[in-house]
């Protein structure tokens, strides 16, 4: 089964900046659409960001304009630039396939407080 493990997340400043690191397991070149989410506290784990294996993403309007996702297929890792964060960014992300494939990993925290 291919595993994520995600890094990079820790705590700002409203305005601040983070970039988050997903490292595969196995191979990505396969994974045609690869995904940043995020789990709030007392909510439901929604898609921030895809991107195709070719480099075509999408965004949440909540994030557009303010992250970017990237993916190194040689590497088999993808990111989430995250800029100009807000309060209601705080949450834990994770990274899969879109849609979710095999086992979730165990997320990285962002939290952005003053």
């Known amino acids: 089964q291919v595993q994520f493990v995600e890094s990079g997340g820790g705590t700002v400043q409203p305005g601040g900046s983070l970039r988050l690191s997903c490292a595969a397991s196995?191979?990505?070149?396969?994974?045609?659409?690869m995904g940043w989410y995020r789990r709030a506290t007392g909510k439901q784990r929604e898609l921030v960001a895809t991107i195709t294996y070719g480099g075509n993403t999408n965004y949440a309007d909540s994030v557009k304009g303010r992250f970017t996702i990237s993916r190194d297929n040689a590497k088999n890792t993808v990111y989430l630039q995250m800029n100009s964060l807000k309060p209601e960014d705080t949450a834990v992300y994770y990274c899969?396939?879109?849609?979710?494939?095999?086992?979730w990993g165990q997320g990285t925290q962002v939290t952005v407080s003053s």
């Open positions: 899969n396939a879109y849609p979710a494939i095999g086992y």
């Open positions: 196995g191979s990505i070149f396969s994974i045609v659409v």
